[in-house]
T-cell receptor, first 112, second 111 residues
């Protein structure tokens, strides 16, 4: 099975902190990448797509390093509402199909 | 738009009973998926469909069947439930192979 590896955490940070998550993926043929967040006992929700040139959405910045098969997510000015599990999700293509590969994610806890 | 909805939200079954989980999406997506998530684990793909009338096996298909009679609906069936099928089941949909949008999940307990 194709895999993705993340530090499970938990990352415990104070409000206002900057926190970074890293992720490595095993399939060098992966073409698309996403960050999802999953709150406890809820469905995963798309946070952002990850583009080769890197992209930013408000307080969130994602980077992709294809040579190292490495993806990162930076969260600035952490809010209490950012507490969740963050999932690095590559889209793997095999033959005629493409499927998202989910790992266990990284748990973030933002404290007051 | 409701996005992706799932019915029911919770269910308790006895071993050997059968049930069907319903997923519906109003985004006109061609592709739909069923996943299961066990405590502390990542999502695992059970079955998926790339269009009305088509289905395919995912990573953990044993013990489950699916049907996609209408584009907006994807049904997951358990013919003879087992305790190992206790899990949270998520349905998702996407426009082709791209980011997926998930329903709120069904919590199933098999006693």
């Amino acid at each position: 099975r194709k895999e993705v590896e993340q530090d499970p955490g938990p990352f415990n940070v104070p409000e206002g902190a900057t926190v970074a998550f890293n992720c490595t993926y095993s399939n060098s043929a992966s073409q698309s990448f996403f960050w999802y967040r999953q709150d406890c006992r809820k469905e995963p929700k798309l946070l952002m797509s990850v583009y080769s040139s890197g992209n930013e959405d408000g307080r969130f910045t994602a980077q992709l390093n294809r040579a190292s098969q490495y993806i990162s997510l930076l969260i600035r000015d952490s809010k209490l509402s950012d507490s969740a599990t963050y999932l690095c999700v590559p889209l793997d293509y095999g033959g005629s199909q493409g499927n998202l590969i989910f790992g266990k994610g990284t748990k973030l806890s933002v404290k007051p | 738009n409701a996005g992706v909805t799932q019915t029911p939200k919770f269910r308790v079954l006895k071993t050997g009973q059968s049930m069907t989980l319903l997923c519906a999406q109003d985004m006109n997506h061609e592709y739909m998926y069923w996943y299961r998530q066990d405590p502390g684990m990542g999502l695992r793909l059970i079955h998926y469909s790339v269009g009305e009338g088509t289905t395919a096996k995912g990573e953990v298909p044993d013990g489950y069947n699916v049907s996609r009679l209408k584009k907006q609906n994807f049904l997951l069936g358990l013919e003879s439930a087992a305790p190992s099928q206790t899990s949270v089941y998520f349905c998702a949909s996407s426009y082709m192979y791209n980011e997926q949008f998930f329903g709120p999940g069904t919590r199933l307990t098999v006693l």
